[in-house]
């Protein structure tokens, strides 16, 4: 388990015009971890560092059928998952010389998505948005949601703080016997800024 977040970056661009429109959805996390031993069955210690990061990119149109930006609104498109991997390692066996040893990994996986999302004004102010989406393809299945509340400030109703919780679940493509499954979790809060 990696224990300390290196970076994070979230960036959601989307431009909408009458029923059409399309945005770009991307969320790039890099981890890492300090240096931990353990010991070898036959003496000596082995030293692992790793470092991991994950990119997931959505581009994807939307279909609005009364095209005000209230209501359900159809999501299609194709979502990229970049993993990839570090781990150095130091092997020092008992009485043998000392290995250095890297191993690393880099898999670009791509989905294609199909998704809902709702939105409703209550009034100038204040707002709500649901999305939800289910990708397949290159995983096995990965679906996501996503509840935000919105308050709109600023004197042309530019800006909007939003608040609200996102859950991704990724499950890989077995390989033989291993099934590998990834969750994505926590609170968000952003600033949209309307043109």
Not at 52 to 74: C, H, K, S, V, W
Not at 84 to 101: K, S
């Amino acid at each position: 388990l990696m224990e300390d977040l290196d970076t994070i970056a979230q960036v959601r661009v989307e431009a909408q015009d009458g029923a059409h429109g399309a945005y770009l959805d991307l969320f790039d996390v890099n981890l890492s971890d300090d240096a931990a031993a353990v010991d070898l069955p036959r003496g000596g210690a082995a030293t692992f560092e790793p470092e991991m990061g994950m990119t997931i990119l959505e581009l994807a149109g939307l279909f609005d059928p009364r095209g005000d930006q209230q209501g359900f609104q159809l999501l299609y498109g194709a979502r990229v998952l970049n993993q990839r991997a570090e781990i150095d390692a130091t092997f020092a066996p008992a009485g043998a010389p000392v290995v250095d040893r890297s191993y690393s990994i880099d898999d670009t996986l791509v989905d294609a998505l199909l998704g809902v999302r709702f939105q409703h004004r209550f009034d100038s102010r204040w707002s709500v948005e649901a999305k939800a989406d289910v990708s397949a393809g290159g995983t096995e299945l990965t679906w996501s949601a996503s509840p935000t509340i919105g308050y709109t400030f600023g004197r042309t109703g530019r800006y909007t703080a939003t608040a609200g919780y996102r859950y991704m679940r990724v499950d890989f493509a077995s390989e033989g016997e291993v099934e590998a499954e990834m969750t994505l979790a926590g609170f968000l809060a952003g600033l949209r800024i309307a043109f």
